[in-house]
């Protein structure tokens, strides 16, 4: 998370990623990996992807650093079009844990955007419809697993219930599910970026979602659930990491009866102080008394 400079220093101690070598990646490319590593299409498109966990015979913990593996990895490096130094992005955690690190992505993503300029219109409208492809299919995936364990609860066969509640944490950490958000979230900014600078159309349309790992924590906070609709769209992301590590923008209250309105949209005319301050002052129930903050 270190990319994100102004709260980098504020963000590592609660939001640690660790590294999971159960599944190495073999950088040989996003495509093609998951057969690479030896998992078959039954236990993930059948199993895993569809809900059904009587498909899944491995220990969770593989597909937690099989995703790792596949969604980070690969993703970047399908993006960036050559191999990751993956050691530079590990440094070690107080634990005796490698932890990941993002302070050497911003030079990866510098050196990608430079390449895509220098290149010929066609050649850097392939590579941008590589790297969109690969994070359309990333973001697609990642909706799906996460869709199943937070439905876990709701299910209503006894087995399936049982084994998303007891393993779906596992299968897919919730700062695991962090960090490929935010990688995403990097690499798509950039595609908008080049693409635009270039003149080249057909830029991502879908935005990368805010982990419910993270909603959950906010409202654990004591942030009322009508105000989560900031925290989903263009700049909802980054709004919800800012809110998590700045007291300021907490508020307490008894929240039981509250619900979330519908999700914001964003609009060319939007900014980033308009956003911010939508944030603090919008009070839709539940006012705070002045200078009270809801740590809990």
């Not at 107080?94 to 290149?119: F, S």
């Not at 970026?193 to 993270?214: C, K, M, Q």
Request: glycine residues 8%; neutral net charge.
């Amino acid at each position: 998370m270190d990319h994100f400079p102004v709260f980098s220093h504020l963000l590592k101690p609660i939001i640690s990623v660790k590294r999971l070598n159960e599944v190495p990646y073999d950088n040989k490319g996003f495509s093609g990996f998951d057969k690479r590593a030896g998992f078959e299409e039954g236990e993930l498109a059948n199993g895993l992807f569809v809900g059904n966990g009587s498909l899944v015979r491995r220990n969770p913990s593989m597909y937690a650093s099989f995703f790792q593996s596949w969604w980070y990895w690969g993703l970047l490096h399908e993006c960036l079009r050559q191999p990751v130094e993956i050691d530079d992005f590990f440094e070690p955690g107080p634990d005796g844990y490698e932890i990941l690190t993002t302070k050497h992505l911003e030079r990866e993503l510098r050196q990608w955007a430079e390449r895509l300029q220098n290149m010929n219109p066609d050649n850097a409208r392939f590579c941008i419809k590589i790297a969109t492809e690969t994070m359309a299919r990333v973001k697609f995936l990642l909706k799906l697993l996460t869709g199943w364990i937070e439905k876990a609860p709701r299910m209503i066969d006894a087995l399936n219930k049982q084994f998303w509640l007891l393993n779906g944490p596992t299968i897919l950490p919730n700062d695991l599910e962090l960090s490929i958000c935010a990688l995403g979230y990097a690499l798509d900014f950039t595609v908008k970026a080049v693409s635009t600078e270039l003149g080249l159309s057909g830029s991502i349309r879908d935005e990368w979602p805010t982990p419910p790992g993270l909603i959950h924590t906010l409202e654990y906070q004591g942030f009322c659930r009508s105000d989560f609709q900031h925290f989903h769209g263009t700049y909802g992301f980054v709004i919800a990491l800012m809110a998590v590590i700045l007291p300021g923008l907490n508020r307490g209250g008894d929240h039981s009866k509250c619900t979330p309105v519908n999700q914001i949209t964003s609009s060319p005319t939007t900014t980033y102080e308009n956003i911010l301050s939508t944030v603090v002052t919008a009070r839709t129930c539940c006012p705070r008394k002045p200078g009270t903050i809801c740590w809990k």
